[in-house]
């Protein structure tokens, strides 16, 4: 009976060590989300680098004197990298008649942006953004006097064509609503078959009085980089202090060797073999 009731012990208590145990597959789960973490917290720090360059860039194009915009051989090679935010020059003579009115939301309130073709003495256009109207102001009547019939010459911010629409809401050109400045599809609605395929945010100084009201180009490029990348180490410092504590702390452990004589007083509580006297403690 002795005999068969110690057998059940040390198998119930070898179960419990195995079940206590970390087993493998956790393990290697840890340690690839361990890896996930560094390798998220490394890719935020590169973002952070690239955006802090892309803001310097783009501070430098906005205050730099204006030039002349690329020249109409060159059209297909302007991008968003090398060329948007430009401070860019043109001169021509606005055509009131095919302007399009984009919805916006600025600091002025709602209202509209006003994208007008410029034509250029080459023959080209150039869709200038030339400010924002409020609702009140939408038709060209009520802002007459501010329309220049006469040559003008426009500076401002070069900017990337807007596709297909806004957040959620997609260009109807054949109702005539605008929810981005969408160049082709423009150009194409108000037959320009010479147009940039950019367009040119005025400054304040370019607006005649009772024009739309220019330079309200928003430059702003969120920046939240580091903040992400500390959250990713912090997460995984905190996963590697699970993984030491749930399976390198028995490698820090001391044991305590205690010998027993053969008629101790504990023996009968403790001895259950043969070798029973060592005895091997965790402490």
């Known amino acids: 009976m002795s005999k068969t009731r110690t057998a059940a012990s ?67 090679a302007v991008t968003a990298a090398n060329d948007e935010y430009r401070h860019v020059s043109l001169t021509g003579r606005f055509l009131h008649d095919r302007e399009t009115l984009v919805q916006a939301v600025t600091e002025e309130g ?41 040559p003008v010459e426009i500076t401002g911010l070069l900017r990337m064509s807007e596709p297909k629409g806004g957040f959620l809401r997609n260009n109807v050109p054949q109702h005539n609503r605008w929810y981005s400045r969408d160049v082709a599809a423009i150009a194409a609605a108000r037959g320009l078959h010479e147009a940039a395929p950019f367009f040119v945010d005025a400054d304040a100084g370019s607006q005649s009085g009772g024009g739309p009201i220019g330079g309200l180009t928003v430059v702003r490029f969120p920046n939240n980089h580091l903040i992400y990348a500390l959250t990713w180490f912090a997460l995984a410092l905190m996963l590697a202090g699970w993984l030491f504590v749930t399976f390198g702390g028995g490698l820090f452990r001391r044991q305590r060797i205690v010998h027993e004589p053969a008629g101790g007083p504990d023996a009968s509580a403790r001895r259950t073999g043969s070798d029973a006297g060592t005895i091997v403690e965790q402490t």
């Open 110 to 150: 709602p209202g509209y942006w006003v994208l007008t073709p410029l034509q250029r003495g080459d023959g080209t256009q150039v869709l200038v953004n030339r400010g924002f109207v409020p609702s009140e102001r939408r038709d060209a009547s009520a802002r007459r006097d501010g329309n220049p019939d006469g």
């Open 10 to 76: 040390e198998t119930e208590g070898a179960r419990d060590d195995t079940a206590r145990s970390p087993s493998l597959w956790l393990a290697v789960l840890s340690l690839t989300a361990f890896a996930a973490l560094i390798a998220l917290g490394v890719w935020q720090v590169e973002r952070r680098a690239w955006k802090l360059a892309l803001i310097d860039r783009v501070e430098q194009r906005v205050h730099a004197p204006a030039q002349p915009i690329p020249s109409p051989g060159v059209w297909s």
